[in-house]
């Protein structure tokens, strides 16, 4: 099943089962998702869903970001609802590498582009991402880089 169908699916089954919560952060990842199809004039035929994922993997994203600074304000209640929202979120990325596999890969990487210094870092994080796609985090991919180069 499309991933896109699967979220459509979610949604109808929460707002059915009287989950609105889950029901709201759905019909917002599902507007996130039509703005794109929308951005990218796919609106017919749809996104894949590596991009939908990586659509799901920017909400989270957004979610812990927001969270992290509602912490700094002293502000826990709203932090809570943000974790609350990237936990349903996160239920749509596929499953995440370990620090230690994305470690095997930059070494790997780095060692078949024969690559060395800062200046080699974007190159070097493209082509992890473009190999690990949305099963790592970017900022983790980037310190392990960063420190692999050094």
Known sequence: MALKEQINNDLKAA???????????????????????????????????????????????KRNESASIYDGADRPELADNERAEAKVLV?????????????????RVVSELGVSGPSAMGQV?????KELGNTADGATVARLVKNALQ
């Not at 794109?36 to 799901?56: F, H, M, P, T, Y």
């Not at 749509?92 to 890969?105: G, H, M, N, R, T």
């Open 125 to 129: 994080i493209g082509t992890v991402k």
């Open 15 to 61: 707002l059915l089962g009287g989950n609105r919560f889950t029901g709201e952060v759905l019909r917002g990842l599902k507007a996130a998702i039509l703005n794109e199809e929308v951005a990218q004039n796919k609106r017919e035929e749809g996104l894949s869903d590596e991009v939908i994922e990586q659509i799901v993997a920017r909400e989270v994203k």
């Open 91 to 107: 239920a749509y990325l596929p499953a995440q590498l370990s620090e230690d596999e994305i470690a095997l890969v930059v070494t």
